[in-house]
């Protein structure tokens, strides 16, 4: 027993150990913790009055691909009741943390467009500027 508490203890110092807080880092980074953290914030303030984008097709035929339409019925009660309320959190904070997705998503490409427009900007400016040298020579 002994010899295993000091196996444990030396890993422990050499930053070897296992810990959950270290796996949860590496498998959670700034984008996925903001992501999932975004959409758990709103299934937790999710108000039913409100909805989601899914429920601007209904009606219409994109209405069976909307998965994340709320239940909006009013015949349940109990548990019912209670696991459609639960649903409708679940459906509201999924596609907060989805559309959360999309925006970081379009960040990112914005980003890279402007790096290349900023390259392509001054590679021309260097052009015309090694034209106007040459013209002075």
């Not at 150990?17 to 796996?23: E, H, I, R, V």
């Not at 590496?26 to 903001?34: F, L």
């Not at 490409?109 to 400016?125: A, D, H, P, R």
Request: proline residues 1%; glycine residues 12%; charged residues 30%.
């Amino acid at each position: 027993m002994q010899h295993v508490l000091l196996k444990a203890l030396a890993a422990k110092r050499a930053g070897k150990s296992f810990s959950l807080a270290n796996t949860g880092r590496k498998i959670m980074g700034k984008t996925s913790g903001g992501i999932i953290g975004g959409g758990i914030g709103e299934a937790i303030v999710a108000d039913e009055d409100i909805g989601t984008l899914a429920d601007i097709a209904k009606g219409t035929s994109l209405e069976p691909y909307a998965l994340t339409m709320m239940d909006k019925s009013t015949d349940k009660e109990g548990r019912d009741e209670a696991f459609r309320r639960l649903k409708n959190r679940l459906k509201f904070g999924t596609e907060g943390a989805l559309f959360n997705l999309a925006l970081i998503g379009a960040g990112k490409g914005f980003k890279k467009l402007e790096k290349l427009i900023q390259k392509v900007l001054m590679n021309m400016l260097q052009d015309l500027l090694q034209k106007q040298f040459k013209k002075l020579d």
